[in-house]
């Protein structure tokens, strides 16, 4: 069975052992794996969101919820991130910095597509792109080596692909 409180428990004792992904992601891995109790825990997805279940400085845990068809523009997270899909899908799309760019430049490098109980880690340094390409919620749980909601990072203009300051505020309404 899955239980909020527990699950923050173990993912603060598994980053006070090893401060990497690597523990963290054992523990994301064991809840989605059970699909159902994480959907009993959290809820079944009626709206797209971002609900905070633990917000400190050392880590953030955070339930996702993105609505049909939606999708959010190439990102950074300045710190390691785990995502648990434990309802839905979640297609990632990563890119890279091309070199001697001006502007910040990036390219499409690679995807992943995260269904039913697939985990996914990701580097400091990863820039991606996420779109739920189903007609209904998509629910993911997604793990943070740090504080989410207070880090300079960037997002990069879906057109041009050039680099800008990541407007917080925008994107969490983005899922409301």
């Known amino acids: 069975m899955f239980e909020v409180n527990q699950f923050i428990a173990d993912c603060r004792a598994a980053v006070a052992e090893n401060s990497s992904h690597t523990a963290i992601t054992e523990v994301v891995e064991r809840a989605v794996a059970e699909p159902d109790a994480v959907l009993k825990g959290l809820g079944e997805p009626q709206s797209g969101g971002i609900s905070k279940l633990y917000h400190g400085d050392d880590l953030t845990i955070i339930n996702v919820v993105w609505s049909p068809f939606m999708t959010v523009l190439p990102h950074n997270h300045e710190m390691w991130a785990v995502i648990g899909v434990y309802t839905g899908r979640e297609d990632n799309i990563f890119w890279r910095r091309v070199p001697d760019a001006e502007n910040g430049y990036i390219e499409a490098a690679g995807a992943r597509s995260l269904g039913l109980s697939d985990t996914a880690p990701l580097g400091k340094d990863i820039v991606h792109s996420v779109t739920n390409p189903l007609k209904r919620f998509t ?13 300079e990072r960037s997002e990069w203009d879906p057109e041009t692909h050039t680099e800008q300051t990541y407007d917080l505020a925008k994107n969490v309404k983005m899922f409301e």
């Open 139 to 151: 629910g993911a749980i997604h793990v943070y080596g740090g504080d989410f909601f207070d880090i």
